[in-house]
């Protein structure tokens, strides 16, 4: 699986976007970009993913470059309970894929 | 999303004991299952791939004789530590994929303290 490259943190004020980037510059073509958060001294929580085109759910967006090089996930109106680390992994869907996780990005969220 | 749920949420035993971590699938069916474990400040590391019905594989340096994974159902994998030690103290994570493209839902996590 390529690998990722992340910022190691990023501060948000609340209610402010936070926009997190990720580069997968050796990304394949039938890998996904999936997107993870984890909060303190919890399991992973699955955000959103996508292969090409932007995806949008009841948590944020994913927006992909027309390379596919690198994507940023978007936090709309960011609160505190969105302070945690995000994770950007890229895979191949299928039972056996494997997500790899990198060191993410710590975002603060502050007041 | 779907839903994994672990058991126990925390544990505490002696040196040389071992401990039996459950990991399940509420609302969905997984034939794979992978686990993890995080030590503090550090991302997560997978250990195992769980296999319902079959042998589980590990990550290099993993000792399948210490870590013993069984996943009997398509709904429950378990993770032994045996003859616990207390570098094994750890956060253990499990996952299981479901839907069409395997999106990996995980477990809660287990904490782990050796004594």
């Known amino acids: 699986d390529a690998k990722t490259t992340q910022p190691t943190s990023m501060d948000c004020a609340e209610g402010r976007a936070a926009n997190l980037p990720c580069n997968h510059s050796t990304i394949s073509g039938n890998e996904y970009v999936y997107w993870y958060r984890q909060i303190h001294s919890q399991g992973p929580q699955y955000i959103i993913h996508?292969?090409?085109n932007n995806e949008t759910n009841e948590m944020a967006s994913l927006i992909i470059t027309e390379d596919r090089k690198s994507s940023t996930l978007i936090l709309p109106h960011a609160t505190l309970r969105d302070t945690a680390v995000y994770y950007c992994?890229?895979?191949?869907?299928?039972?056996?894929?494997?997500?790899?996780f990198g060191t993410g990005t710590r975002l603060q969220v502050t007041l | 999303g779907a839903v994994v749920s672990q058991h126990p949420s925390w544990v505490i035993c002696k040196s040389g004991t071992s401990v039996k971590i459950e990991c399940r699938s509420l609302?969905?069916?997984?034939?794979?299952m992978f686990w993890y474990r995080q030590f503090p400040k550090q991302s997560l590391m997978l250990m195992a791939t769980s296999n319902e019905g079959s042998k589980a594989t590990y990550e290099q340096g993993v000792e399948k004789d210490k870590f013993l994974i069984n996943h009997a159902s398509l709904t429950l994998s378990t993770l032994t530590v045996t003859s616990a030690h207390p570098e094994d103290s750890s956060f253990y994570i499990c996952?299981?994929?479901?839907?069409?493209?395997?999106?990996?839902?995980f477990g809660p996590g287990t904490r782990l303290l050796v004594l």
């Open positions: 996508g292969l090409k």
């Open positions: 609302d969905f069916q997984a034939t794979t």
């Open positions: 992994i890229v895979r191949r869907t299928g039972t056996a894929s494997k997500l790899t």
């Open positions: 996952s299981g994929g479901a839907g069409i493209q395997e999106t990996q839902y």
